[in-house]
């Protein structure tokens, strides 16, 4: 077992279903970097409300590292966001044992398409409880390495009530988790990778819980686990501890037993694309399904926005909700259309793809809204891989630094912009730090919305 140590490294920065949905694809790999084969195979966990398309550029970077991409796989948690009460049953959501048995699932899974008898797991947040949940309680024998990144170990607050809560470490399921000496299980190797500060979901006071004044109980060494090696990062958010090329570097440095070759991502001449359209029935985030959408892909203009010819790809889901695969040049920017049923269509600009993945998953934009009524066109410039934080980061929204950002600790994944009817067609630029999408602006009275969507 790691003894507990601490690293400050300063700087800015159903069950078949579940099994159905781990993406394993036996590419051949274009990295000069040396194989990867003494490295145990890596399932990645995602967090509360997210999907397994959010590891995309951790898996680009292991592959680029050497690491095959048959030795890894993405879990879906078909319910992501979860319960109110842990032990109250609520629609579209899951419980606390709904995850563990489906990443024991997928731990099986891993293991009978290596055939080894180990596996390393890696989680973001919520993906953290289900890594510490499965290894405890059923599996742990399974886990050479757990690396849990911003998970809030000891709650994101430890209060009297809700004590039904999974997030509450008064709550019966972080007691659990956490009782005894040491917080780990023996015969796991146990990293922990936090943020120095800057984790909205690690304050001491409850203004991110809409509690302004009220401690919390939690501090910023609340995601820190007695037993494991505990890692800070300084200034990255509660996304970046699992997302950022630094979290990379230290979880690549953690399982394989030695320093990464590279950060950067090697580009592969040939780029294949594919994923799965979701849904959010009753406002609520799935990964589930959704069958009769419609996927287009154009390559466009990267200082205009403007499509280059006709659609590469164009094809409507089936049941299983998958699109794909669409060849498209790796230094193209793309716009990905997708007409989904009970949703506005929406045009997603995203920057050029680098590498193939199976994990391009598209999910309609949320609804208009009362403050949208006046609008001629609405666009949204989203980071899913991590927060927008001012001063930190340079956050350039059609020229400005958006309204609905707030500064110090980062909060935001999204913002907003509306338009006047006599703007529609023209080109918006996003600019988040040094990646640049350029959009256009769709008419919101023909149920169109684009968003800007950021890969770093």
Same mark, same amino acid.
């Given at each position: 077992?790691?003894?507990?140590?601490?690293?400050?490294?300063?700087?800015?920065?159903?069950?078949?279903?579940?099994?159905?949905? *781990?993406?394993?694809?036996?590419?051949?790999?274009?990295?000069?970097?040396? /194989?990867? &084969? @003494? %490295?145990? +195979?890596?399932?990645?966990?995602?967090?509360?409300?997210?999907?397994?398309?959010?590891?995309?550029?951790?898996?680009?970077?292991?592959?680029?590292?050497?690491?095959?991409?048959?030795?890894?796989?993405?879990i879906n948690f078909t319910n992501p966001n979860a319960r109110t009460d842990d032990t109250v049953e609520q629609a579209d959501r899951?419980?606390?044992?709904?995850?563990?048995?489906?990443?024991?699932?997928?731990?099986?899974?891993?293991?009978?398409?290596?055939?080894?008898?180990?596996?390393?797991?890696?989680?973001?947040?919520?993906?953290?409880?289900?890594?510490?949940?499965?290894?405890?309680?059923?599996?742990?024998?399974?886990?050479?390495?757990?690396?849990?990144?911003?998970?809030?170990?000891?709650?994101?607050?430890?209060?009297?009530?809700?004590?039904?809560?999974? *997030?509450?470490?008064?709550?019966?399921?972080?007691?659990?988790?956490?009782? /005894?000496? &040491? @917080? %780990?299980? +023996?015969?796991?190797?146990?990293?922990?990778?936090?943020?120095?500060?800057?984790?909205?979901?690690?304050?001491?006071?409850?203004?991110?819980?809409?509690?302004?004044?009220?401690?919390?109980?939690?501090?910023?060494?609340?995601?820190?686990?007695?037993?494991?090696?505990?890692?800070?990062?300084?200034?990255?958010?509660?996304?970046?501890?699992?997302?950022?090329?630094?979290?990379?570097?230290?979880?690549?440095?953690?399982?394989?037993?030695?320093?990464?070759?590279?950060?950067?991502?090697?580009?592969?001449?040939?780029?294949?694309?594919?994923?799965?359209?979701?849904?959010?029935?009753?406002?609520?985030?799935?990964?589930?399904?959704?069958?009769?959408a419609t996927v287009e892909v154009f390559q466009v203009d990267r200082e205009t926005g403007e499509r280059k010819g006709d659609a590469?790809?164009?094809?409507?889901?089936?049941?299983?909700?998958?699109?794909?695969?669409?060849?498209?040049?790796?230094?193209?920017?793309?716009?990905?259309?997708?007409?989904?049923?009970?949703?506005?269509?929406?045009?997603?600009?995203?920057?050029?793809?680098?590498?193939?993945?199976?994990?391009?998953?598209?999910?309609?934009?949320?609804?208009?809204?009362?403050?949208?009524?006046?609008?001629?066109?609405?666009?949204?410039?989203?980071?899913?891989?991590?927060?927008?934080?001012?001063?930190?980061?340079?956050?350039?929204?059609?020229?400005?630094?958006?309204?609905?950002?707030?500064?110090?600790?980062?909060?935001?994944?999204?913002?907003?912009?509306?338009?006047?009817?006599?703007?529609?067609?023209?080109?918006?630029?996003?600019?988040?730090?040094?990646?640049?999408?350029?959009?256009?602006?769709?008419?919101?009275?023909?149920?169109?919305?684009?968003?800007?969507?950021?890969?770093?």
């Amino acid at each position: 077992m790691k003894l507990s140590r601490r690293t400050i490294l300063q700087g800015a920065g159903g069950l078949a279903f579940a099994v159905a949905n *781990f993406r394993m694809d036996a590419r051949a790999q274009t990295s000069s970097a040396a /194989g990867g &084969s @003494e %490295v145990p +195979p890596i399932l990645f966990v995602h967090g509360n409300g997210d999907y397994d398309a959010l590891w995309i550029t951790t898996l680009w970077r292991m592959e680029s590292n050497g690491i095959a991409h048959d030795r890894m796989m993405a879990i879906n948690f078909t319910n992501p966001n979860a319960r109110t009460d842990d032990t109250v049953e609520q629609a579209d959501r899951s419980s606390t044992e709904d995850q563990r048995r489906e990443l024991a699932a997928a731990i099986a899974e891993l293991k009978r398409r290596t055939g080894v008898a180990r596996v390393a797991l890696v989680g973001n947040s919520r993906g953290g409880y289900a890594i510490r949940n499965v290894v405890k309680n059923g599996g742990g024998g399974d886990v050479s390495h757990a690396v849990v990144c911003g998970t809030p170990n000891h709650g994101v607050f430890a209060f009297d009530d809700l004590l039904g809560s999974e *997030f509450n470490g008064r709550g019966a399921f972080l007691r659990g988790l956490n009782e /005894g000496d &040491s @917080e %780990v299980t +023996p015969g796991t190797a146990f990293l922990t990778i936090r943020s120095d500060g800057m984790d909205k979901y690690a304050q001491s006071d409850g203004r991110f819980l809409g509690k302004p004044g009220v401690p919390t109980g939690i501090t910023a060494e609340g995601p820190e686990l007695k037993g494991a090696t505990n890692l800070v990062l300084g200034a990255i958010d509660h996304r970046e501890t699992a997302y950022h090329p630094r979290a990379f570097r230290e979880i690549y440095k953690f399982i394989a037993g030695r320093e990464p070759s590279r950060i950067a991502i090697v580009p592969e001449r040939s780029v294949r694309l594919s994923g799965l359209v979701t849904g959010t029935p009753g406002g609520v985030p799935t990964n589930r399904p959704v069958a009769g959408a419609t996927v287009e892909v154009f390559q466009v203009d990267r200082e205009t926005g403007e499509r280059k010819g006709d659609a590469v790809y164009r094809s409507t889901t089936a049941a299983d909700g998958r699109w794909g695969p669409a060849e498209v040049e790796p230094t193209s920017p793309l716009e990905i259309v997708l007409t989904s049923p009970d949703a506005p269509t929406t045009h997603l600009y995203r920057s050029p793809f680098p590498r193939s993945s199976d994990v391009v998953h598209l999910r309609a934009a949320r609804p208009f809204g009362p403050a949208d009524k006046d609008a001629g066109s609405v666009m949204i410039m989203s980071r899913p891989r991590g927060y927008f934080g001012l001063p930190r980061d340079t956050v350039l929204f059609d020229g400005h630094e958006p309204a609905d950002v707030k500064s110090g600790v980062p909060t935001d994944s999204t913002a907003t912009l509306r338009f006047p009817a006599s703007e529609v067609g023209r080109s918006v630029v996003a600019q988040f730090n040094e990646e640049r999408i350029v959009a256009r602006a769709w008419p919101a009275s023909e149920n169109r919305i684009a968003i800007a969507e950021l890969t770093y």
